[in-house]
């Protein structure tokens, strides 16, 4: 064999060996959504039975987290439960405040989880109300959703999707809200680069095979649009913050305990109460200051609006796409 024929040799030993590892690097990626997907599908039968009528949030909120890990997945974020004008981020904080299920609550409930970082997310409403305004509301966003799924497939543009989807909850009497939607899901990233809006004059990215996205579909009785609260329980790295100065013990052993374990996902509070008794609302507050930590405000409409959501994940696939929730 000639030096030239030992070297192409060689040359394709290596790329059979990168395209194997690629191989089994893709499967472990479906296996791994496959399976959030399912413990993500058990949580949601477990819990629903729970919501009603003078229970506690903070108990429903801790019950839904405890059964994740219990069916072999961890948290890719902090369970929000949101109850009427609060359309995401509430979570119960360090204290439990007492709130519970009314009657004539409209109640969203948004979970994901994970396997090493492949993450699914999804979420339901439930309707405790017997106004007729918000009769119509629930299936307004399956049916939104139902007609979503139907244009998934490779080289869809989203923007499309986001079209139907606002033509549809538009038809029901009620609005999508502007400031939230769908995405994509990237190892690690529960809010990946795409986006999958729930209007279509917001643009919109195209789906290849092998993405994850949520098709995520808000339904409001108000006009559609979301405030930052004064309220925050649930928080993030920043990624793109580098090293700074760091004053306090606790800030510095709650950034290291924050990378080990939650790494680029978003984290609750109360979760670092359980690891540390002391300081950590002084150190979650240095490290907000530093830019090392982002801050995820519970978003509101206006009181007097009521809002229902629904969410499913799913993976697009050469002929279409298979959902994961």
């Known amino acids: 064999m000639t030096e030239n024929e030992n070297l192409k040799s060689e040359t394709e030993e290596e790329k059979s060996k990168e395209e194997l590892d690629k191989e089994k690097e893709e499967k472990f990626k479906i296996e791994s959504l496959q399976k959030a997907g399912k413990i993500a599908q058990e949580v949601k039968k ?13 108990d429903l909120i801790s019950d839904t987290e405890a059964k994740i890990e219990e069916l072999g997945g961890l948290c890719a974020f902090p369970v929000n439960f949101c109850i009427n004008n609060i359309a995401a981020h509430y979570t119960s904080p360090i204290k439990d405040d007492g709130l519970e299920i009314n009657e004539g609550d409209l109640v969203k409930i948004d979970l994901g989880v994970h396997i090493e970082g492949y993450i699914v997310d999804t979420a339901f409403s439930i309707n405790f109300s017997e106004d007729e305004s918000l009769e119509n509301i629930i299936q307004a966003t399956e049916v939104a959703l139902d007609a979503a799924k139907m244009m998934v497939k490779p080289k869809t543009n989203t923007r499309d999707i986001g079209k139907k989807i606002e033509e549809i909850i538009k038809g029901f009497k009620y609005n999508p809200i502007r400031e939230l939607g769908g995405h994509q899901i990237e190892r690690w990233t529960v809010h990946g680069k795409k986006k999958l809006p729930e209007l279509g004059s917001q643009g919109g990215d195209v789906m290849e095979t ?4 949520s098709i995520e579909i808000f339904a409001s009785t108000g006009d559609g649009s979301v405030h930052n609260t004064q309220y925050s329980y649930i928080y993030e790295i920043n990624p793109y913050a580098g090293r700074v100065p760091l004053r306090r013990k606790t800030s510095k052993q709650l950034l290291g305990f924050i990378n080990k374990n939650y790494k680029t996902l978003p984290f609750a509070d ?13 150190g979650l507050q240095e490290l907000i200051q530093q830019g090392k930590l982002q801050v995820h405000h519970v978003l509101a409409a206006k009181k007097s609006v009521n ?5 499913e994940s799913i993976l697009i696939t050469e002929d279409g796409f298979e959902q994961l929730t």
């Open 46 to 58: 477990y819990i629903k039975p729970k919501i009603k009528v003078g229970a506690k949030v903070f």
């Open 210 to 213: 092998g993405e994850v996205f």
């Open 270 to 282: 109360r979760w670092l109460a359980k690891e540390f008794r002391l300081g950590v609302a002084f």
């Open 307 to 311: 809002i229902a959501q629904i969410e």
